[in-house]
């Protein structure tokens, strides 16, 4: 993958902010997939291509798709105006740039946070990511008594336990429910590496599933 031009390449469904930061059963029943279900053909086929090779060109695509190219062209357009296509950009070999750790820490909130405080607690968030540049994702959510998670590299281990130490900072987190699961990018035993081949095969046949 490639990065290809401003634009923008991952399936998302999009939430509301405005609710508290801890999230309830309800908030998740109420997520919808309605811009994945409302997909024609062609665009549900062309985010599956991009996933694959974003760095292929409108006529690559249009080749592999079967269709002409400002019909790729045209397709793309829409898919970026309305936000499906969020994003091009390329998937690494993270231990050639330098990391050797990834890791996937969870946090837990001191007690559940009014909006004002929520507001705060976000702001505070967004300054600290500033600062802290290997924080790739960092998102609230709820499972095994946590209320958010982050994903993070490292180049060793000494740079992740200067991580964990800038959450202490955060005094809407409870410090002692801090728990992070490491990935040790220097095994020479892999599963499945990072990356979007796989998913944007499974995106075409869980639709496929539901049209039989």
Known sequence: MYTKTSAKTVVTVSR?????????????????????????DIERRLVSELMKNCRRSDR????????????VSRNLQKLEKEGII???TVVPDFLKLGYTLMAVTFVRLEEPLSQDKFEKARESARESLKSNLNIF?????????????ILSFHKDYATFTDLKKGLTQFDFLKISDIESFLINLEDETHYRPLTFSTLAKHFLEQHQQKTV
């Open 60 to 71: 690559e695509l249009a080749k592999a798709l079967g269709v002409s190219q400002p019909t």
């Open 86 to 88: 969020k994003e091009y």
């Open 137 to 149: 994702m960092l998102e609230r959510g709820m499972g095994m008594g946590h209320d958010g998670v």
């Open 16 to 40: 509301s902010r405005s609710k508290p930061f801890n999230l309830k059963h309800n908030h998740i029943a109420e997520s919808s997939l309605k811009d994945v279900k409302t997909l024609k």
